[in-house]
């Protein structure tokens, strides 16, 4: 139901981002979601990959404080108001958001939303009972 | 375990008749062989029979640094150079080095002090010593090698660098005890997890490390990821090197081997001796020195000494773990900070390694410290607020501990430069 999401610690500086992908591109393994949170001084890359224990492996090896989160991926159609609908069954639920961001693959004419959330069992039980899809890894392996 | 029982377990009273005995016989010696001593004390119209008790010693004028770069190279030396059989020299930032000189009884002293800091580590005859202090004009190396083959250990004389080579003979000939600078145990840690190898393979029992400043919790950090007990060794060349005091087993203060050395704790400002317990300037004076005795040594280290008997049986007074040198303390907005106490703080908040650097600069006539410190896989978290969380902890800690404001900057791993010898913990780009 989760799909884990590597968190890599990054400076603010220029190079950090392209060392990174070079590690995982060395290793052939496939970005499927990315972003990044920054500050002034540093920032964190969180992605989401093809093999993320091996990805993560080669992180770590390289010299990047890494860390997996297990996140939501949620398929929320790709319409004005969509994403919204998914926020709105959220919020009714009070389970806050920390972040979210998009996957670069669609499937068809739906959406992809990766999301941290606080209280991610509740999360489920809400958007499943709205009717929204979950994705879990298999799911998104074969997009 | 000692290596000389009548000497480090001697009474006060024998003690104190040796001192008195030997401090005599070293005043009468730099007074007619050292032109320096004799003309800075006919200044202060003392001549050596004026000494005629240990708290005599006071009236003796201070020697510094600037005393042996004045004479340098060998202004200083009390002995002939037929009689010298070693020199040593400390790298100077500026200018010159300092060059010292050591008579083969000299030598054959020194070897003595660092036999009796490896029996404090548990070192015997048949213990494999690995000395990875460098050798060379610095007395570390050849320092630990005399010591550990008078004792008739196993001596590997690795030196400094090539540390996977280093791991390589420590595993192979299970090298017991360790000899180096704490940075470079530290350093060496991290190599054995670069190469894969768990510290239950190696047969490290003790360390003894020094020749820098290390905090209590860089030990911890060092015995755990070593498996061994680390103990603080102390020493400056200008004095001899290192073995001038060690810790025993008890790891609660350094016995300085008052046999050859007396100690005096200065007001560094006032030059006023303070009492036992009190935190302010090691002084001291080497009694049974030939080649470069020095009177009353500023040695710009800050600690404190402890006279209670020691639950190890020496009698020799222990002085505290080194807390920095006067030289190394920072003056940030008036307010005197070590870079020691920064680093306790950062492991205090006990997530971070000890990686860090202090910058120091002025910016429109105020200055400013920023401190890097390395985030850790520990302290690595998933959330720019928990991470905005870590580094104004660190900040409010340092504030709190030393009053003083800092902007803290987290940090890659590795970004900070390691040296396998002494850490690089500061760039005051004031000076500059
Ligand atoms: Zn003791």
């Keep these: 139901m989760f799909v884990k999401q590597i968190s890599v610690f990054l400076e603010n500086k220029p190079g950090r981002l392209a060392a990174v992908t070079k590690v995982l591109a060395d290793k052939g393994i ?59 069954v959220l919020q009714q639920a009070e389970v806050s958001v920390e972040y979210l961001y998009s996957f670069i693959k669609r499937n068809e004419d739906k959406a992809l939303i990766l999301f941290r959330v606080e209280d991610p069992q509740k999360a489920v039980e809400a958007l499943k009972s709205a009717g929204i899809k979950i994705y879990g890894s298999d799911d998104i392996a074969s997009l | 375990m000692y290596w000389n029982k009548s000497r480090e377990c001697m009474s006060r009273d024998e003690l104190e008749f040796h001192q008195l005995q030997k401090l005599k016989e ?54 002939p150079l037929s009689e010298i059989i070693r ?27 660092v036999a009796r800091c490896l029996v404090m580590g548990g070192g015997r005859r048949d213990t494999v010593v690995q000395v990875s202090y460098g050798y060379g004009l610095f007395t570390g190396g050849l320092g630990f090698h005399y010591g550990a083959e008078k004792l008739g250990a196993v001596v590997i004389p690795t030196s400094g660098g090539n540390t996977r080579r280093q791991v390589m003979l420590m595993k192979d ?43 209590e ?24 090197g ?67 008997p020691c639950p190890c049986g020496r009698t020799h007074a222990r002085i505290e773990k ?28 006990g997530e971070t390694e000890p990686h860090y650097l202090l910058i120091v600069d002025r910016v429109d006539n105020l200055d400013s410290l920023e401190v890097w410190v390395e985030v850790s896989e520990k302290l690595f978290a998933d959330e720019v607020r928990k991470l905005e969380d870590v580094r104004k902890k660190i900040a409010s800690d340092i504030y709190t501990t030393l009053g003083i404001t800092v902007n803290v900057r987290l940090v890659e791993p590795h970004t900070i430069e390691r040296s396998e010898g002494k850490a690089k913990r500061v760039i005051d780009k004031r000076k500059m």
Aim: hydrophobic share 40%; aromatic share 6%.
């Design chain 2, 87 to 113: 020199i040593h020299a400390s790298s100077g930032t500026t200018g010159k080095p300092t060059v010292v000189g050591y008579t083969r009884r000299d030598i054959s002293n020194w070897a003595e002090l």
């Design chain 2, 242 to 308: 290192p073995g001038v005091a060690c810790e025993c087993s008890e790891q609660n203060g350094l016995h300085i081997f008052e046999d050859f050395f007396i100690p005096e704790i200065i007001d560094p400002i006032t030059e006023e001796p303070l009492p036992p317990g009190e935190k302010g300037e090691l002084v001291i004076t080497t009694i049974d020195k030939e080649g470069l005795p020095v009177i009353r040594y500023r040695t710009r280290d800050i600690t404190s000494i402890k006279y209670e």
């Design chain 2, 217 to 240: 919790n860089m030990r911890k950090e060092i015995q755990e990821k070593l498996g061994i007990k680390a103990l603080d060794i102390y020493g400056l060349s200008e004095v001899i």
């Design chain 2, 322 to 349: 080194l807390l920095g040198r006067t030289d190394d303390m920072l003056i940030i907005r008036g307010v005197n900070v070590f870079p020691s106490q920064i680093e306790s703080v950062l492991m205090a908040a």
């Design chain 1, 30 to 88: 496939d970005i499927s979601a990315i972003s990044i949170a920054d500050t002034t001084q540093f920032g964190i890359l969180r992605m989401i990959v093809n093999k993320p224990e091996e990805a993560m492996a080669a992180v770590k090896q390289a010299g990047f404080p890494a860390s997996t989160t297990e996140v939501l991926a949620v398929e929320v159609q790709d319409e004005p108001g969509g994403l919204n609908h998914a926020l709105q």
């Design chain 2, 173 to 215: 000939l299970k090298t017991e005890i360790l000899a180096c600078t704490p940075s470079y145990a530290l350093y060496i840690a991290e190599t054995l997890e670069e190469m894969g190898i768990n510290r239950d393979e190696l047969h490290l029992k003790t360390g003894i490390f020094g020749a820098e400043p290390w905090t």
């Design chain 2, 26 to 79: 070293t005043v009468d010696r730099v007074y007619h062989n050292v032109e320096s001593y004799r003309h800075k004390m006919q200044q202060k119209g003392i001549i050596p029979e004026d000494i005629k008790s240990l708290e005599d010693l006071k009236i003796l004028p201070f020697t510094t640094k600037q005393d042996l770069r004045d004479n340098y190279p060998t202004g200083l030396f009390a002995a």
